[in-house]
């Protein structure tokens, strides 16, 4: 197009010339007329410089004219080149994540009810080869492993490990009533070594067995994977040297993670800030998964009290054709704090009680105390772990109540967490 249009503006320009010459020459009949006077061939002759002058301008503002319509053209053909370059996820030299391979890792033990969560998993799995379904069983169960069988035998996209080590795990008697969590974590730790030392994956995706997913669960990891590479400060890399290169990523009940050392509670250990490092774990606001297993190793703890009331997403969000990078940490970090800060305050009772416009206010605390006083107001769990109240990013916890989007959020000028909160 460009091109067609330079021969065009070439190809006028001579035309153009060539039709002054032909109208000067026009003009300038060569028919003989008698001049009265010399005065009289000196008024001919300008007017035939003015008309030749008139021609020219003419072809002037026709030249304007199509160089302002190449330019436009011109504009038009950035915009779509803009249009047509790489996504936020694509530009980069890295490509680890291009075509990544997550596998999903199920944690199993003695339910049989397994079938429940690999039925969704198989249900709602875009493709075999980026998401390999690996079961790794605890406990020895031989029902549960007959159940998982039916899977492995009849699709090699899907495989299974047994944990080997059944025995006891000898503790002492004040931490008996914690055995579960020690066999967890056992189990953890021998499934992501099986995963990343034995399998030598680059990423791993935790699902554990009285989990159901939501329909664009496979869509949220594989639209969020860029950010482990774009920013280091999201769970990623660790300390030991051959644990550098796995991206880890902790996602509330969806977790993908890698943990070298766990002793206990592996949970609490993705949390303890000595591990995290001050590195984040970004969450969908609506959770990705739904934890049906009432009765498990915390006894139904939370269930009742908050688990069952966990909201399930079922929208599908195209996360892969989201641009992302509003969440790397300073433009996030900078945007969250001039946002929540700017907000309306007000006390967690004004929330309850009140029927405000605002679509989104901020309440203060202080100190751990306030901290979990505005918590039970606003119906949020209240307890801290390693300092850090639940599901909160620099201090900051984030609900929807009443409509209203409810920022609760530190008073002061926050700068790391204190580890005696709790
Ligand atoms: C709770 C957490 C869970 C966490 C666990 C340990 C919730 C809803 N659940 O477990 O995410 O992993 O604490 O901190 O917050 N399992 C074994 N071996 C055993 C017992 C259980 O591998 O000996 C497996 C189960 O199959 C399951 C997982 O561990 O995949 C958690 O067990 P579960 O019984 O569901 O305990 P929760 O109370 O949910
Ligand atoms: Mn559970």
């Not at 109208?23 to 061939?41: A, D, F, L």
């Not at 304007?64 to 330019?71: A, F, P």
């Not at 009765?295 to 009742?304: A, N, P, R, W």
């Not at 006390?347 to 009140?354: G, I, L, P």
Request: charged content about 25%.
């Amino acid at each position: 197009m460009r091109v067609n249009l330079r021969k065009f503006i070439i190809f006028f320009g001579c035309f153009s010339l060539i039709w002054v010459v032909v109208s000067y020459s026009s003009s300038y009949s060569p028919v003989y007329k008698p001049r009265s006077s010399v005065s009289e061939i000196e008024m001919e002759i300008d007017r035939l410089q003015q008309k030749v002058q008139n021609q020219l301008s003419d072809s002037y503002s026709l030249l304007q004219k199509v160089r302002l319509h190449l330019k436009k053209t011109e504009e038009r053909n950035d915009e779509s080149a803009k249009d047509s370059q790489p996504a936020w996820n694509e530009v980069d030299t890295n490509q680890n994540y291009k075509n990544p391979v997550l596998p999903i890792l199920v944690i199993a033990c003695d339910r049989v009810t397994v079938k429940r969560c690999l039925d969704n998993l198989v249900k709602f799995r875009p493709n075999k080869e980026t998401f390999p379904i690996i079961v790794s069983q605890d406990c020895g169960h031989n029902e549960t492993y007959h159940v998982i069988k039916s899977y492995t035998d009849s699709d090699p996209s899907i495989t299974v490990v047994r944990q080997p080590n059944l025995s006891e795990i000898p503790l002492p008697r004040a931490k008996v009533k914690f055995k579960g969590y020690y066999k967890i974590a056992r189990h953890y730790r021998f499934a992501l070594n099986h995963v990343f030392v034995g399998l030598e994956h680059e990423a791993v995706i935790i699902v554990e067995d009285d989990l159901d997913i939501s329909p664009d669960f496979f869509e949220y990891f594989l639209g969020t994977y860029p950010l482990l590479f774009k920013d280091p400060s999201i769970w990623c890399s660790y300390k030991n040297d051959w644990v550098a290169k796995f991206q880890i990523r902790f996602d509330c009940n969806a977790k993908r993670y890698f943990l070298p050392s766990i002793s206990r509670f592996f949970d609490d250990w993705l949390r303890d800030p000595e591990n995290t490092d001050g590195r984040a774990c970004i969450r969908p606001e609506i959770s990705r998964t739904y934890s049906f297993g009432k009765i498990g190793v915390s006894k139904g703890l939370f269930f009742d009290m908050h688990l069952r009331y966990m909201q399930l997403n079922m929208e599908f969000v195209e996360f892969t054709k989201l641009n992302l990078t509003y969440l790397i940490k300073d433009t996030y970090d900078e945007n969250l704090t001039s946002f929540v800060y700017n907000l309306p305050e007000v006390s967690a009772e004004d929330v309850m009680s009140s029927t405000g416009t605002e679509p989104a206010v901020r309440v203060s605390y202080s100190t751990a105390k306030t901290y979990q006083r505005a918590a039970k107001k606003l119906g949020l769990m209240d307890d801290f772990r390693s300092g850090i109240p639940r599901a909160a990013y620099r201090g900051i916890v984030t609900c929807f109540i009443r409509n209203r989007r409810v920022y609760l959020a530190p008073s002061y000028e926050w700068t790391k967490y204190d580890p005696t909160w709790g």
